[in-house]
């Protein structure tokens, strides 16, 4: 991954996990806030809510990570990096480590 993708990167856009363990974007260019929750994949996917557990075999909070992961990357020209997905997963479990004591 260039730096300079990451630069501009973490100038456009913040993120973090609500209450319910589910990925916030905060873009500040656009000056928009997303929140990758259940309803809001369902609706991307146009999926039904019953239909989400036969048709998505990771947990929903991982699913919501890949997606928010994709639209971060897709609209500069990159597809999945690893990097990303790794420092987001270390917050989420350290978010969660920390709720359990």
Request: aromatic share 14%.
């Amino acid at each position: 991954m260039k730096v300079k993708l990451l630069k501009k990167i973490k100038a456009r856009y913040n993120w973090y996990f609500n209450k319910d363990s589910f990925p916030v974007l905060i873009d500040h260019k656009e000056k928009r806030v997303t929140i990758y929750d259940l309803e809001y994949m369902c609706e991307y996917y146009k999926y039904s809510l019953e239909d989400v557990k036969e048709k998505v075999k990771v947990p929903h909070t991982e699913w919501a990570l890949r997606r928010m992961k994709l639209d971060l990357l897709f609209e500069h020209g990159y597809q999945m990096n690893r990097s990303i997905y790794r420092i987001a997963t270390r917050k989420y479990k350290s978010m969660l480590s920390k709720a359990n004591h």
